[in-house]
Each structure stands twice: as structure tokens, then as C-alpha cells.
């Protein structure tokens, strides 16, 4: 179980990102997919066609890597993203599901050189396991991880997705307000009300979507949460 809570908004170019920090200090010895592949311990193939076709991960090592949600492979035709978060097993060979055919929330290296400037304003909190992040007062998504190391790695990813979303919409109109407290409110509730429905997990670990006002999947394994993505409904992730 993680017990975490919102910290001080933090405020740019109308965008406002709440840290979601932990309360307690959970331990989960997972590697990320980025770091796994950099250390030779997974690689991704594509096998067979069919549309979208299939990619078979293999993990030599012998810790779970986590694969997210969203995350692009390379095909032989087009790139692909992933649909939901796995934990690759140690020492496994695992088929991963695709669906998306965009580039998702996780920025490549050369998006994010085009925001550095930007990033002093979404600092990276001791303990932070997340964000919540508005347009406005429009939901744009929450990510939150197990651990402060998980998240750690992938804070900047997730500030540059959500930094080229308020960039593409312009600057916010005059009389718009930020985002408050009251809206995690509102969020909170629309998360309590959703149907969480169990789907098939390819990989460790029990995964299930959240449908409702806000939409997305919670992956969690022996109790503990792994990776939770909520969107709009009707957004895409």
C-alpha cells in the first residue's frame, strides 16, 4: 500500500502540476524498461505481422523491469506503444499487448532539450512518487509509482508531455484560473466512484482499468501499488 498526498502546486505557462509525495517509505525492487534496455538485460522484437503486430519482450535479468504504459517500440514498418504498464519477470519471456499508434506521454530526449528552461519551475520533490497535472482547471492526467526511485526516473518525461500539451493549447485566456485544491477534490471522488474491472495481466502482478469520469489502469503486485495513469475520459493517454 502507498500512502502519498498532494503537495503545493507548482505553476507555469498555464500549467498547474500538483507533486504527489509519499507519507511512508515503500521499497519495490523493480527496474525501469529505459534502464533494463541501456544495461542489455531486455530486448524488445517484433514477431509475425497482424495489425497491430506483436512484440515479444525477453528479460535475461533477475529482477522485474517495469514497462509502462504508452511506452514506443520501434517496428519494422511503424512505431508502436504499449496499451497498458507490465512487470516483466525475472528471467522471462513475455508478449506484449499494442495498441497505441502515437508517441503517448513519454517524451524522447529531444522533446525535452526543448524545455530545460521550463523544468526550474516543476522541481523534483524529495519523496515524490507523482503528479497531478491541469490545464486550467482541466484534468490533464495523474502518474503515480510505487517508489520515489521509479518516479524519479521518469519526472521529466512526464513534466515535458504535459509541458507540449499547455504549449500547444497557447497562453490561458484572460479571467482562465488555475487549478485549486478543490479540484483534487473533485478528482478524488470521480477516482472512488470509478469501476475498477481486473483484466488479464501478461506479466506479474494484478493490472486492472479504472472507467468512469476519469479513465485509466492500476497495476499492483503482492499489495503494492506499481503504476497508477488516470486520464480524462475521452482524452487519450
Not at 77 to 102: A, F, K, R, W, Y
Not at 134 to 162: E, N
Amino acid at each position: 500500500m502507498l500512502l502519498a498526498f498532494a503537495d503545493s502546486p507548482q505553476r507555469h505557462e498555464g500549467l498547474t502540476v500538483f507533486p504527489i509525495v509519499a507519507a511512508d517509505e515503500p521499497k519495490l525492487s523493480y527496474l525501469l524498461m529505459t534502464d533494463a534496455v541501456r544495461r542489455g538485460l531486455v530486448t524488445v522484437e517484433e514477431k509475425g505481422g497482424g495489425n497491430p503486430p506483436h512484440f515479444v519482450a525477453r528479460n535475461r535479468g533477475s529482477e522485474p523491469v517495469l514497462l509502462l504504459d504508452c511506452e514506443t517500440f520501434f517496428g519494422m514498418q511503424e512505431n508502436h506503444t504499449t496499451n497498458q504498464t507490465i512487470l516483466l519477470g525475472p528471467d522471462s519471456v513475455t508478449q506484449v499487448p499494442t495498441s497505441c499508434m502515437d508517441p503517448g506521454k513519454w517524451s524522447c530526449e529531444e522533446l525535452e532539450r526543448r524545455f530545460l528552461e521550463s523544468y526550474t519551475q516543476f522541481p523534483l520533490l524529495e519523496s515524490q512518487v507523482g503528479i497531478l497535472a491541469f490545464l486550467g482547471r482541466q484534468l490533464l492526467g495523474m502518474d503515480a509509482l510505487g517508489t520515489p526511485d521509479l518516479y524519479a526516473s521518469v519526472h521529466r518525461r512526464l513534466v515535458t508531455g504535459h509541458l507540449m500539451t499547455a504549449r500547444t493549447a497557447g497562453p490561458p485566456g484572460a479571467g482562465e484560473t488555475p487549478a485549486e485544491v478543490d479540484d483534487l477534490q473533485l478528482l478524488a471522488m470521480a477516482l472512488q466512484g470509478a469501476e475498477r474491472v481486473t483484466a488479464p495481466s501478461v506479466g506479474y502482478g494484478e493490472y486492472s482499468t479504472i472507467r468512469g469520469e476519469v479513465t485509466g489502469g492500476e497495476l499492483r503486485h503482492n499489495g503494492h501499488l506499481v503504476h497508477l495513469s488516470v486520464f480524462p475520459t475521452g482524452a487519450v493517454a
